[in-house]
């Protein structure tokens, strides 16, 4: 299959198009506005609806009410626009309603710079709306990955009935790299009878709904998006690990900073460090069991997490994870500004020296 060159964005407009989006709201914001921009074009012409709304507030809510309806709808923007959206997102979550959500990351808090950043992992992860619920999310650490999960984001949203989160960093927005389009595993995905699309002949209207007064009837409703959300985490959880099987070191990382780690990596074992990478693929579910399995082994003497995020957000994760038995040492950086391969290079032997110092306990 021939290669295409794709810049991020505009790929991930195409890929969304060729997934059978039918409706895309948005407002541009740097680094993504070429998503809406690409879209504003040629999603028309594929005989899809766009609209640029006139906020993210009023994007996400076009969505809720596109998705309500049975279509195949999705929002892209950026960290503080993700910010306006999630009172939105927590309602399609509540009223299950699929959808595909695009954040390409900046540097912040607040405002913060136009640069590439991953600051936004526990507003991914952790939901920035209220109450409890979860959307999965996809990390992809180049375009040829951003563009088969911009894809599969679309049914695994139709086969769970909520909302997929894409998440990357400016840099593979604005990027460009050879990629193929290749057909996404099919799945089995069950009808949206459930969507307020008229009666067509059935006994009562549709209902699509977040609001319950009755707190039995929000209790059974938080029940039944647990059994959902367990179903994810056993059936959607992804990671990927190179040089794992003989590491002494593991660096842990996703986006553009697991990409830098491979380089770091073949650099120390160059300098005799058998190090390895272990990139979680679906921030949500996090792959917990296997990094917990992996810490535990013999050979692996200390850890070493690399973000673009001042103190550390996969960081928490990364903790739960290992449950305490291997030490962790944390590498990031905040504001646009990436780790270098030398940067990682230097902080994993720095802690692999502080291992051996204190006999294996840091």
């Not at 989006?21 to 680094?31: H, K, N, R």
Request: glycine share 10%; aromatic share 8%.
């Amino acid at each position: 299959m021939a290669k295409e060159l794709w810049k991020g964005n505009e790929a991930i407009a195409e890929a969304a198009i060729r997934a059978g989006c039918d409706c895309f709201f948005g407002y541009p914001i740097t680094p993504q506005s070429e998503v809406p921009e690409y879209m504003s074009v040629h999603l028309p012409a594929a005989g899809g609806v766009f609209v640029q709304s006139e906020s993210e507030i009023a994007a996400v809510n076009m969505v809720y009410g596109a998705a309500g309806s049975g279509m195949r709808a999705m929002t892209s923007s950026s960290s503080p626009g993700i910010s306006l959206k999630q009172e939105g997102i927590t309602y399609l979550a509540a009223s299950e309603l699929p959808c595909v959500i695009v954040n390409c990351m900046r540097g912040g808090p607040g405002l913060g710079t136009i640069q590439p950043g991953q600051g936004d992992y526990f507003q991914a992860t952790r939901g920035g709306g209220n109450g409890d619920y979860r959307t999965l999310v996809l990390a992809p650490f180049d375009i040829q990955e951003t563009v088969d999960f911009v894809q599969e984001a679309f049914d695994i949203a139709d086969q769970y009935r909520n909302p997929v989160m894409v998440v990357c960093d400016g840099l593979i927005g604005q990027m460009m790299e050879p990629i193929e389009w290749r057909p996404i595993p099919k799945r089995d995905l069950p009808p949206k009878d459930w969507a307020a699309s008229g009666r067509r002949g059935r006994a009562r209207h549709n209902v699509i709904n977040s609001l319950y007064l009755d707190p039995e009837s929000c209790e059974e409703l938080n029940q039944r998006l647990t059994v959902k959300y367990a179903e994810m985490e056993e059936k959607e959880t992804r990671w990927s690990a190179v040089n794992c099987e003989d590491a002494e070191l593991i660096i842990t990382a996703y986006g553009t900073p697991a990409r830098i780690a491979l380089s770091a990596i073949e650099e120390l074992r160059a300098g005799g460090l058998k190090a390895g990478l272990f990139r979680p693929i679906t921030l949500w579910p996090f792959p917990e069991a296997p990094l917990h399995e992996l810490a535990g082994s013999g050979q692996v003497k200390v850890i070493l997490d690399v973000e673009m995020s001042s103190t550390g957000q996969m960081l928490d994760d990364v903790r739960l994870a290992v449950e305490g038995q291997k030490p962790i040492r944390y590498l990031g950086h905040a504001g646009g500004v990436m780790p270098t391969v030398e940067e990682m290079a230097d902080a994993a032997w720095t802690a692999w020296k502080e291992v051996q110092q204190h006999g294996g306990h840091l």
